[in-house]
């Protein structure tokens, strides 16, 4: 079965500092890999996803995270936050078997940018 | 884009009453939608699986008898919690999956909508 982890679980962070979020999943097969974010109050977002290629990814709002199959992680990153970037942080992985294929959400990472 | 529209958003209910929620793909088919649990600051929690013609498949602790979940179309699926009790409370979220041959929309979640069982 597939897991999750996401080590950081309150992130606190002042404007314009950067952001490294970490995500480690645990499964023997190809997989796809997942942010979404959730502002308080709204549904998810996807933020960015990887399916396969360049292991580098970028999303919107800046973010971007890196595929490192060695080390099971996809580690979100921002430069530079902002205020605005205050929300709640799931990574989700799926495993490539099929249309039925069910993602797995980690426990999520709440990230307080302070002004 | 894919988009997913949940109703209600909001609903309060009386103990023991059944209250059902609607999940539709607006401008895809979808052949397989996820119904997920959300607890105040937690992690999403998948309850089934739901797939168009097929009985869902439900995860493990999940009672199907007392969330039902149908998929009679490609763009529509409902879970109906029965007899609800107050620890049923919580934010119920579906999400929808289409492979089309040349578009991956990947996952696609709905607004949700936060029950209260009074």
């Known amino acids: 079965a597939q897991s999750v982890s996401q080590h950081n679980h309150h992130v606190i962070l002042s404007e314009a500092a950067s952001l490294e979020l970490g995500c480690n999943y645990s499964y023997g097969g190809t997989v796809n890999l997942f942010w979404y974010v959730q502002y308080p109050g709204q549904h998810l977002q996807l933020l960015l996803k990887y399916f396969s290629g360049d292991p580098l990814v970028k999303g919107i709002k800046g973010f971007e995270a890196e595929f490192i199959k060695s080390k099971f992680s996809f580690n979100l990153r921002k430069p530079s936050v902002q205020w605005s970037d205050t929300a709640e942080y799931f990574c989700?992985?799926?495993?490539?078997?099929?249309?039925?294929?069910?993602?797995?959400f980690g426990t999520g990472t709440r990230l307080q940018v302070t002004l | 884009g894919a988009v997913v529209s949940q109703h209600p958003s909001r609903v309060i209910c009386k103990s023991g009453t059944s209250v059902k929620i609607e999940c539709r793909s607006l401008?895809?088919?979808?052949?397989?939608m996820f119904w997920y649990r959300q607890f105040p600051k937690q992690s999403l929690m998948l309850m089934a699986t739901?797939?168009?013609?097929?009985?869902?498949?439900?995860e493990q602790g999940v009672e199907k008898d007392k969330f039902l979940i149908n998929h009679a179309s490609l763009t529509l699926s409902t879970l109906t919690v029965t007899s609800a009790h107050p620890e049923d409370s919580s934010f119920y979220i579906c999400?929808?999956?289409?492979?089309?041959?040349?578009?991956?929309?990947?996952?696609?979640f709905g607004s949700g909508t936060r029950l209260t069982v009074v």
């Open positions: 739901s797939n168009e013609g097929s009985k869902a498949t439900y």
């Open positions: 999400s929808a999956r289409t492979l089309h041959p040349t578009v991956d929309y990947g996952y696609t």
């Open positions: 401008d895809f088919q979808a052949t397989t």
């Open positions: 989700a992985v799926n495993a490539q078997t099929g249309t039925a294929s069910k993602l797995t």
